[in-house]
Protein backbone atom coordinates (compact mmCIF):
# COMPACT_ATOMS: atom_id res chain seq x y z
CA UNK A 1 0.00 0.00 0.00
CA UNK A 2 2.96 2.19 0.96
CA UNK A 3 4.50 1.80 -2.39
CA UNK A 4 1.27 2.85 -4.25
CA UNK A 5 0.58 5.89 -2.39
CA UNK A 6 4.46 6.94 -3.34
CA UNK A 7 4.32 6.03 -6.98
CA UNK A 8 1.07 7.88 -6.96
CA UNK A 9 2.52 10.61 -5.30
CA UNK A 10 5.39 10.65 -7.75
CA UNK A 11 2.84 10.30 -11.06
CA UNK A 12 1.01 13.83 -9.72
CA UNK A 13 4.81 15.38 -9.30
CA UNK A 14 5.33 14.46 -12.56
CA UNK A 15 2.36 15.68 -13.82
CA UNK A 16 3.01 19.19 -12.13
CA UNK A 17 6.43 19.10 -13.64
CA UNK A 18 5.23 18.83 -16.95
CA UNK A 19 2.79 21.60 -16.50
CA UNK A 20 5.33 24.05 -15.49
CA UNK A 21 7.60 23.29 -18.47
CA UNK A 22 4.87 23.65 -20.88
CA UNK A 23 4.04 26.95 -19.46
CA UNK A 24 7.68 28.13 -20.43
CA UNK A 25 7.73 27.04 -23.92
CA UNK A 26 6.61 28.56 -27.35
CA UNK A 27 5.37 26.05 -29.68
CA UNK A 28 5.39 27.24 -33.59
CA UNK A 29 3.81 24.36 -35.75
CA UNK A 30 4.53 25.04 -39.71
CA UNK A 31 3.09 24.44 -42.48
CA UNK A 32 5.04 21.44 -43.77
CA UNK A 33 3.76 19.78 -40.02
CA UNK A 34 7.03 20.08 -38.17
CA UNK A 35 6.72 21.89 -34.83
CA UNK A 36 9.58 24.10 -33.31
CA UNK A 37 9.59 24.53 -29.50
CA UNK A 38 11.52 27.49 -28.21
CA UNK A 39 12.39 27.47 -24.10
CA UNK A 40 14.62 30.18 -23.27
CA UNK A 41 14.97 32.91 -25.94
CA UNK A 42 11.95 35.50 -26.71
CA UNK A 43 10.38 34.69 -29.74
CA UNK A 44 8.69 37.70 -32.13
CA UNK A 45 6.17 36.69 -35.02
CA UNK A 46 9.03 37.77 -37.53
CA UNK A 47 11.93 35.50 -36.15
CA UNK A 48 9.29 32.56 -36.00
CA UNK A 49 8.65 33.09 -39.64
CA UNK A 50 12.75 32.91 -40.53
CA UNK A 51 12.64 30.87 -43.94
CA UNK A 52 8.92 30.93 -44.49
CA UNK A 53 8.30 33.48 -47.31
CA UNK A 54 4.65 34.20 -47.20
CA UNK A 55 2.74 33.37 -44.30
CA UNK A 56 1.90 34.72 -40.87
CA UNK A 57 1.74 33.54 -37.37
CA UNK A 58 -1.70 33.19 -35.72
CA UNK A 59 -2.15 32.30 -32.70
CA UNK A 60 -4.30 28.71 -31.90
CA UNK A 61 -5.97 30.08 -29.23
CA UNK A 62 -7.46 33.24 -31.20
CA UNK A 63 -8.79 30.84 -34.39
CA UNK A 64 -12.70 30.62 -34.73
CA UNK A 65 -14.82 29.19 -36.91
CA UNK A 66 -16.24 31.51 -39.79
CA UNK A 67 -13.84 33.97 -38.99
CA UNK A 68 -10.67 35.01 -40.43
CA UNK A 69 -7.45 33.63 -38.28
CA UNK A 70 -5.99 36.99 -36.94
CA UNK A 71 -2.39 36.97 -38.05
CA UNK A 72 0.37 38.75 -35.39
CA UNK A 73 2.65 41.55 -36.18
CA UNK A 74 6.24 41.15 -37.22
CA UNK A 75 7.50 42.57 -33.77
CA UNK A 76 4.86 40.87 -31.98
CA UNK A 77 6.04 38.75 -29.34
CA UNK A 78 4.59 34.89 -28.99
CA UNK A 79 3.66 34.16 -25.29
CA UNK A 80 5.01 31.35 -23.76
CA UNK A 81 2.93 28.44 -23.06
CA UNK A 82 0.89 29.19 -25.76
CA UNK A 83 0.44 27.01 -29.53
CA UNK A 84 1.14 28.89 -32.72
CA UNK A 85 0.46 27.89 -36.35
CA UNK A 86 2.58 29.49 -39.05
CA UNK A 87 -0.30 29.70 -41.99
CA UNK A 88 0.28 31.32 -45.70
CA UNK A 89 -0.56 34.35 -46.03
CA UNK A 90 -3.62 33.65 -48.80
CA UNK A 91 -5.37 31.14 -45.88
CA UNK A 92 -5.66 33.83 -43.76
CA UNK A 93 -7.24 36.10 -46.25
CA UNK A 94 -10.94 33.86 -45.81
CA UNK A 95 -12.66 32.45 -42.94
CA UNK A 96 -11.46 28.79 -41.30
CA UNK A 97 -14.58 26.33 -42.40
CA UNK A 98 -14.55 23.11 -39.55
CA UNK A 99 -12.22 21.15 -41.93
CA UNK A 100 -9.43 23.88 -41.55
CA UNK A 101 -9.67 23.55 -37.80
CA UNK A 102 -10.00 19.80 -38.13
CA UNK A 103 -6.83 19.76 -40.35
CA UNK A 104 -4.63 21.99 -37.75
CA UNK A 105 -5.98 20.15 -35.04
CA UNK A 106 -4.36 16.94 -36.65
CA UNK A 107 -1.76 18.61 -37.63
CA UNK A 108 -0.62 19.69 -33.91
CA UNK A 109 -1.63 16.50 -32.78
CA UNK A 110 0.35 14.81 -34.64
CA UNK A 111 3.51 17.24 -34.31
CA UNK A 112 2.67 17.00 -30.49
CA UNK A 113 3.29 13.36 -30.70
CA UNK A 114 6.43 13.27 -32.70
CA UNK A 115 8.17 15.74 -30.31
CA UNK A 116 6.68 13.80 -27.20
CA UNK A 117 8.18 10.19 -29.02
CA UNK A 118 12.02 12.47 -29.23
CA UNK A 119 11.63 13.31 -25.92
CA UNK A 120 11.00 9.78 -24.09
CA UNK A 121 13.46 8.47 -26.76
CA UNK A 122 16.24 10.76 -25.40
CA UNK A 123 15.37 10.53 -22.03
CA UNK A 124 15.89 6.61 -22.21
CA UNK A 125 19.71 7.36 -23.99
CA UNK A 126 20.28 9.71 -21.13
CA UNK A 127 19.62 6.87 -18.68
CA UNK A 128 21.48 4.15 -20.36
CA UNK A 129 18.19 2.27 -21.47
CA UNK A 130 18.48 2.98 -25.83
CA UNK A 131 15.42 0.97 -27.68
Known sequence: MGNSLSSDLQKKQSKRRLASAAALVVKVIYPDGRMEEYYRES????????????????????????????????????????????????????????PDLCRLAVMADAAMRRSNLRELAGRRRRNGVVC
Open 43 to 98: LTAEKALEGSSGCCVCSAEEMRLAARPPTLSDGEELRRGQLYFVLPAAATRRPLTL
